[in-house]
């Protein structure tokens, strides 16, 4: 049943073979990607191919709803590697828009484990019920909720230790918080970057 994704394979690697016959050699001696990516695990949502990257160049832990929880060991073990051992220059927190993690937190079914996982969103759609209430399509209100947990995450990341012990040596370092749009193909820069203390300080604010 697999036979078509092998063959895909393939094909993919004689692509790559054909336009650069040293890419698969280089890409084994090493690893030294800038950038790490957290995001969804949507299948509609594929990290290299949105911002043009090649293997090697963007390392990427995904889950649903592009969380970034203090608690899991998961995600914590890519941030340190990251960070400490690859020397990561950016982490990009990027949600999407129509994000069905988002919606399933706040809709008010039941779905088991899952519910655990998304109980941070409902914490972010507490906090800002206001504003969200405020608006009147479910469809914007969600986005909006799906920007709003970037934000959130974005906190996260840059409140954890490995990162601040990064910026008290002197690493650079930056966090961002980015939305995927499935409607354009386009990234929209939440504009909630923190490279430092200051900056963390001023997003919570």
Same mark, same amino acid.
């Given at each position: 049943?697999?036979?078509?994704?092998?063959?895909?394979?393939?094909d993919w690697s004689a692509?790559k073979?054909?336009a650069d016959?040293? @890419?698969f050699?280089r890409l084994?001696?090493?690893?030294?990607p800038?950038y790490?990516?957290i995001?969804?695990?949507d299948?509609?949502v594929?990290a290299?191919?949105?911002?043009?990257l090649?293997?090697?160049?963007?390392f990427?832990?995904?889950?649903v709803a592009?969380? +970034?929880?203090p608690?899991d060991a998961?995600y914590?073990?890519?941030?340190? @590697?990251?960070?400490?051992v690859l020397?990561?220059?950016?982490?990009?927190?990027v =949600?999407?828009y129509?994000?069905?993690g988002?919606?399933a !937190?706040v809709?008010?079914?039941?779905?088991g484990?899952v519910?655990?996982?998304?109980?941070?969103i409902r914490?972010? !759609?507490?906090?800002h019920?206001?504003?969200?209430?405020?608006?009147?399509?479910?469809?914007e209100?969600?986005n909006?909720?799906c920007?709003?947990?970037v934000?959130?995450?974005v906190r996260n990341? +840059?409140s954890?230790v490995f990162v601040?012990d990064a910026w008290?040596?002197?690493q650079?370092l930056?966090?961002h918080?980015?939305?995927?749009s499935?409607?354009? =193909?386009?990234?929209?820069d939440?504009g909630?970057?923190?490279?430092?203390l200051?900056d963390?300080?001023?997003?919570?604010r």
């Amino acid at each position: 049943m697999l036979d078509e994704l092998k063959q895909n394979n393939r094909d993919w690697s004689a692509r790559k073979v054909a336009a650069d016959p040293g @890419f698969f050699q280089r890409l084994e001696g090493q690893q030294a990607p800038e950038y790490l990516w957290i995001g969804c695990s949507d299948s509609r949502v594929p990290a290299n191919e949105i911002v043009g990257l090649d293997p090697g160049e963007l390392f990427v832990h995904r889950n649903v709803a592009n969380l +970034a929880p203090p608690q899991d060991a998961n995600y914590l073990s890519v941030l340190q @590697f990251a960070v400490d051992v690859l020397k990561i220059k950016h982490v990009m927190v990027v =949600g999407h828009y129509g994000c069905g993690g988002v919606a399933a !937190a706040v809709d008010g079914q039941r779905r088991g484990l899952v519910d655990h996982w998304l109980h941070p969103i409902r914490e972010v !759609a507490h906090d800002h019920r206001h504003e969200l209430d405020a608006i009147g399509a479910e469809a914007e209100r969600l986005n909006r909720l799906c920007e709003l947990n970037v934000i959130r995450q974005v906190r996260n990341v +840059a409140s954890d230790v490995f990162v601040q012990d990064a910026w008290a040596r002197g690493q650079s370092l930056c966090v961002h918080g980015w939305v995927y749009s499935l409607h354009t =193909g386009l990234v929209n820069d939440l504009g909630v970057t923190v490279g430092g203390l200051q900056d963390l300080d001023r997003l919570a604010r």
